[in-house]
């Protein structure tokens, strides 16, 4: 599938038939009970000098998140070792930053990853737009993914963020693939974009020279302050066709049920597992939003019959 007819083709087969495909390719290349269970950290939250019309963390916005200095290697390791012992086989760290500046804080960002690999998880790190170098640097301290999402289509993309392109995203994650990381790349759905800016996205991501490892579908969480405050809410059965279609394209990556969850019956989710969703974020918060409480979670898992994962650290 690669271009937006096919797309729109496979999005559009009746419901139960999109579902009973994308639940075939899926067992096709994955184990159904293996649902990847990350946990995210923001290790620097918000000041952030970007216009992001979606985000919390954006300094141009007034929404009650403040601004903190880069976490200390020592609360980052206990924060890993703490998911570590919920179970999560990833740790996810998260900047509030345009790009990377080399210097100290890049220095000990490099230092968490390492530690964070030395814990026996994989590390992911999203830290905005990178150089060829930066990129090498991440790699060598052992990184598995780099997180760098295009959001949405390339024709949406201007009305929601102004300070930086779709082709500087390109870039970046041309950058991450050539120094041999993983690319976790998505968007993210309900600003407002048609269902066709929704798939534009999907066939972005189809045409990369190599297609992302993992593709995130966020649901906008939606943030008082920012000019997407007040937008309506994803219509349920149009997320489950969206993973679908993306469990299709990509039938070898890890399609991540992202951020909204939250404001998500159990049964959407069971649904969206369905269409070959099999990746969440686990623990009560995302970078500076909330997430489903770690009980919670492990309720679903054990009413879907999967093994739960341990709440106790919590
Ligand atoms: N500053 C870096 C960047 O933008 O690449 C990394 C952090 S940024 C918060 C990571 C991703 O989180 C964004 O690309 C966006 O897709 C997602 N995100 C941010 N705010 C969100 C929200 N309110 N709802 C859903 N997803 C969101
Ligand atoms: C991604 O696609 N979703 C995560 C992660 N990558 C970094 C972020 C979700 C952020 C939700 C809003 C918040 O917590 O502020
Ligand atoms: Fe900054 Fe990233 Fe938020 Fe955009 S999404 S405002 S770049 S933290």
Redesign the pocket.
Known sequence: MKTLAEFRDVYHTPLLDLLFRAAQVHRQHHEPADIQRCVLLSIKTGG?P?D?G????SARYKTGVEATPLMTLEQVREKAARAKDLGASRFCM?????EVKDGPQFDEVLAMVRTVRDLGMEACV???MLTVDQAQQLADAGLTAY???L?TSREFYPTIVSTRTYDDRLRTLQAVQNAGIAVCCG??IGMGETEDDRLRLLVELANLEKTPESVPI??????AGTPLADVEPVEPLELVRLIATARLAFPKARVRL???RDRMSRELQVLCFMAGANSIFFGDKL?T?PNPSAEGDAELFRAMGLPEPCVSMS
């Not at 979606?54 to 963390?57: D, L, R, S, T, V």
């Open positions: 952030c970007e992001c979606y985000c919390a963390q998260g900047t509030a930053w345009r999203t830290l905005g997180n760098h999402n959001d968007g993210i966020n649901c906008l969480t939606p943030i992202s951020a909204g970078l939003a």
